[in-house]
T-cell receptor
Framework: EAQVTQNPRYLITVTGKKLTVTCSQN?????MSWYRQDPGLGLRQIYY???????DKGDVPEGYKVSRKEKRNFPLILESPSPNQTSLYFC????????????FGPGTRLLVL | GDSVTQMEGPVTLSEEAFLTINCTYT??????LFWYVQYPGEGLQLLLK?????DKGSNKGFEATYRKETTSFHLEKGSVQVSDSAVYFC?????????????FGRGTSLIVHP
């Protein structure tokens, strides 16, 4: 079954404690991205990757890091989380880029105290 | 920069009513247009898309036509069901404008009552 998986689905942490949210896709897609969804703001892209070792900033990259060492995985790293990073996060992938159909993961709800 | 504007919700309808959710856009290039749907507790799913002017995307009874002259991509369905209750996002991808960052609207919540 074609899918994008994220872990964990729910996470409560404290300010400054580094965390990683994993994302994996089994469709051999080249393009992967991370979004955050906040009430009244819709989805905003954090980072994207066009292929292995190729990443670039989205609209709201501050406070986040990513890596793309393997085609299937695209982890999101918060080195020093802050309360304003409390949000719902989605990973997505598509065949070649955002003009192609994007497949979304189920979401990770993060609360930073 | 690019932008997408959707009508604010929630939109509340009775079952079998006609649905329209308005979406207008601004883009520097010639974008592809999408509608995504998010059911409660889930990620977004592509509902339909259109890649050029006058194209009509359709899926599950939903339709939207790419109108370049009015820069619009309104979502319609002739007869909604309770199971259509969800949040709907209009989005564009403007590679011709040089961006690999898609733009999403803020989402419109649809509530369908039996």
């Amino acid at each position: 079954e074609a899918q994008v998986t994220q872990n964990p689905r729910y996470l409560i942490t404290v300010t400054g404690k580094k965390l990683t949210v994993t994302c994996s896709q089994n469709m051999n897609h080249e393009y992967m991205s991370w979004y955050r969804q906040d009430p009244g703001l819709g989805l905003r892209q954090i980072y994207y990757s066009m292929n292995v070792e190729v990443t670039d900033k989205g609209d709201v990259p501050e406070g986040y890091k990513v890596s793309r060492k393997e085609k299937r995985n695209f982890p999101l790293i918060l080195e020093s989380p802050s309360p304003n990073q409390t949000s719902l996060y989605f990973c997505a992938s598509s065949l070649e880029g955002p003009a192609h159909d994007q497949y979304f993961g189920p979401g990770t709800r993060l609360l930073v105290l | 920069g690019d932008s997408v504007t959707q009508m604010e919700g929630p939109v509340t309808l009775s079952e079998e009513a006609f649905l329209t959710i308005n979406c207008t856009y601004t883009a520097t290039g010639y974008p592809s247009l999408f509608w995504y749907v998010q059911y409660p507790g889930e990620g977004l799913q592509l509902l339909l898309k259109a890649t050029k002017a006058d194209d009509k995307g359709s899926n599950k009874g939903f339709e939207a036509t790419y109108r370049k002259e009015t820069t619009s991509f309104h979502l319609e369905k002739g007869s909604v069901q309770v199971s259509d209750s969800a949040v709907y996002f209009c989005a564009l991808s403007d590679l011709g404008g040089g961006s690999y960052i898609p733009t999403f609207g803020r989402g419109t919540s649809l509530i369908v009552h039996p």
